[in-house]
Every structure is written in structure tokens, then in C-alpha cells.
């Protein structure tokens, strides 16, 4: 099979499901920022050498695979024949921000994107979820998702954060506070 198609020339692209929709809808939006999450946290994968949230990481990447396929299917028939997100995803990285998070100082100012290379690629993936949660939201507004994939992206993202802390705690390296200037 080729990996060129050219299918897409015309400015659409498939789904999971019949017909085609533009590169630009509001579902292939939602799919394409989770895949680019997904991306953004394969570099994570590369730069936590020590593999301190190794096993953390592939699992998150895996259920976002399921997010995609979610978001992807364009009858409730076909998304219902997905692998879903469930409750207990979303509880799964509930405990992690916990378990993370008791080993934290508590954030006395708002902390800029920084420290290690893990860290700052972490707050990367941050941003990256937070556009990924906004999209699948703005396809709740138009077509029926489930909200718990708004859900499981907004922990995600709580996460993430929790992570990119604890990772910069782990390797030495300080928090970039911000300070505002002030008159």
C-alpha cells in the first residue's frame, strides 16, 4: 500500500465512517490535536532518560490512540464499536496527579514553562492537550461526542502539569516563577 493517496488533494480527507469531510472540520481538528499530543509525548518519551514515567507515558499515548478513534467516528454505531474512554481512565490519572503531587511544594506563584528538558517538554505537552480539550469542546458544541473524552483530556492536562513539575523536583532544576511587574 502507498502511503500517498491522493485522496486529500481536494482539501478533504475520511474518517471512520462513510463520506469525507474538510482538513479544516471541526472533528478532524479535535483529531489532529490529539495526534499531535500524542506526538508531542512520544518527545517526552525520548527525553525521560531515567524512564521515571515510562510506564505512566505508554499508557496515556495508547488511551489517546483510543481518544483519536473516538473522535474519528462519525455515527454513535461506529464510535460505540471503539475501545472507550472510561471513568476509570479518567481515575487512573487522577491517582498519578495525587501520587505526583505529595511530593511537591505547594505553588506559591505561577510557574513559567522551564527547568529541565523534561520538564519544559512536558508544559509543551500541556499546551498542546489544553488545545486538544478546547477542539474536542468545540466539536461537543456542533455534532454528540461523549463528554467524558472532554473530560479525560482536561485530567490529562492536569497531569501533565503535575508531571512537568515533579520532573524538574526530580532532576534539580527550579521552577521558573513568574512575577508580575508591578507599578
Known sequence: MRIYTRAGDDG???LLGPGRV??????????????????VLGVVRTLDL?????????????RLF?????????????????????????????RWIDRLDTELAPLASFVLPGGSALGAELHVA???CRRAERRTV????????ELRLVRYLNRLG???????????RRAGAPE?????RRP
Not at 481518544?67 to 487522577?94: N, W, Y
Not at 492536569?158 to 513539575?165: H, N, Q, S
Not at 521558573?176 to 508580575?180: M, R, S, T
Open 12 to 14: 478533504t480527507t475520511g
Open 22 to 39: 474538510f482538513k479544516d472540520a471541526a472533528r478532524v481538528e479535535a483529531c489532529g490535536s490529539v495526534d499531535e499530543l500524542n506526538a
Open 50 to 62: 531515567d524512564g521515571w514515567l515510562a510506564a505512566e507515558l505508554a499508557t496515556i499515548q495508547s
Open 66 to 94: 483510543h481518544v483519536g478513534a473516538e473522535l474519528a467516528a462519525v455515527t454513535p454505531d461506529l464510535a460505540a464499536r471503539q475501545e472507550r474512554i472510561g471513568d476509570e481512565d479518567v481515575a487512573a490519572l487522577e
Open 126 to 128: 500541556r499546551a498542546v
Open 138 to 145: 468545540a466539536l461537543l458544541r456542533v455534532e454528540p461526542i
Open 158 to 168: 492536569d497531569l501533565l502539569f503535575v508531571m512537568a513539575r515533579w520532573c524538574n
Open 176 to 180: 521558573p516563577e513568574w512575577h508580575p
